[in-house]
């Protein structure tokens, strides 16, 4: 079984709809991440949160938060999505701070 | 402003030869280096690192070579097989500063082994 799981693993959806991503792990890794790459500019950090009581903002934080329901649980989700959220999201853990990270499978979002 | 680049959107090469991806940094602040590698439809994995105390680090056909004057890091795979057909992430980070810890990629090269 994978490690890091997401789901869904592809998800279409119209502009102004409420999306929640999922993502899961066996590691037991206290840090876990969401990132999402889009062609040509590789992966971009949009939350990060080192325990449960822990969540902070990445780079592209702004229309988007997260949930940390449980160590091996962090949510992210779009409030109200738009087109240019059209991305591959890809959530990642590590147990330390020289970041190793281990990827989930990514979720492929199209925003129409 | 790109912390860490990757200058070469792609780079193809033929099977048994060398593979060279380079990768250009700016933050003097970063000490700690990555590289991942992605195949489609799966997330990234991790291949090799180097700590800004070495300037080289080997694991079997994959080698990381560090110039922290230069800022540049550059992965090696020798020889290359068409299995390493893959993009390849170059990832910074600074421990005690510079990223708060957290990992700034590269935009990637696409690497073509070519049997």
């Known amino acids: 079984d994978a490690d890091v799981t997401q789901t869904p693993r592809n998800r279409i959806t119209k502009t102004g709809k409420r999306i929640m991503l999922e993502c899961s792990q066996t590691k037991g890794h206290d840090r876990m991440y969401w990132y999402r790459q889009d062609p040509g500019l590789g992966l971009r950090l949009i939350y990060y949160?080192?325990?449960?009581?822990?969540?902070n903002k990445g780079e592209i934080s702004d229309g988007y938060s997260v949930s940390r329901q449980a160590q091996a649980k962090f949510s992210l989700s779009l409030e109200s999505a738009i087109p240019n959220q059209t991305a591959l999201y890809f959530c990642?853990?590590?147990?330390?701070?020289?970041?190793?990270?281990?990827f989930g499978p990514g979720t492929r979002l199209t925003v129409l | 402003d790109q912390q860490v680049k990757q200058n070469s959107p792609s780079l193809s090469v033929q099977e048994g030869r060398i593979s060279i991806l380079n990768c250009d940094y700016t933050?003097?602040?970063?000490?700690?280096f990555l590289w991942y590698k992605k195949y489609p439809a799966e997330g990234p994995t991790f291949l090799i690192s180097?700590?800004?105390?070495?300037d080289k680090n080997e694991d079997g056909r994959f080698t990381v070579f560090l110039n922290k004057s230069a800022k540049h890091l550059s992965l090696h795979i020798v020889p290359s097989q068409p299995g390493d057909s893959a993009v390849y992430f170059c990832a910074a980070t600074g421990v005690y500063g510079g990223s708060q810890g957290n990992l700034i990629f590269g935009k990637g090269t696409k690497l073509s082994v070519k049997p």
């Open positions: 990642a853990t590590s147990d330390d701070e020289w970041n190793e990270q281990f």
């Open positions: 933050n003097s602040m970063f000490d700690y």
């Open positions: 180097i700590s800004s105390i070495k």
């Open positions: 949160s080192f325990d449960v009581k822990d969540i």
